[in-house]
């Protein structure tokens, strides 16, 4: 069983920044990939960024140069860091983990940018 938790969703205004974090538990200790995924209302979910295992973040082509994946793996958590976010940002965002085929997800957190 994996849990994960993401905490750091709120209100921001246009151009303001907000830091999600996920921290996960259970029987795997370490998940190969792990990203963050939203979901505007009407839409389908998408990929913000991933990063496997130590490697680098891949970012949506929307978030490049505006979002930052950072992990931990021994705290055994994965961040996002926004910045200078922009109405569109606005949707629930998902911790996502995947490890030998298995996908896990968090509970999601809503992040809101309005003026």
């Known amino acids: 069983q994996v849990q994960l938790v993401e905490s750091g969703g709120g209100l921001v205004q246009p151009g303001g920044s907000l830091r999600l974090s996920c921290v996960h538990s259970?029987?795997?200790?370490?998940?190969?990939?792990m990203g963050w995924y939203r979901q505007a209302p009407g839409t389908q979910r998408e990929l913000v960024a991933s990063m496997k295992g130590g490697g680098r973040g891949e970012y949506a082509d929307s978030v490049k140069g505006r979002f930052t994946i950072s992990r931990d793996n021994h705290l055994k958590t994965v961040s996002l860091q926004m910045n200078s976010l922009k109405f569109e940002d606005t949707a629930v965002y998902y911790c996502y983990g995947k490890e030998s085929g298995v996908e896990y997800w968090g509970q999601g957190t809503l992040v809101t940018v309005s003026s």
């Open positions: 259970g029987s795997i200790f370490n998940l190969y990939v």
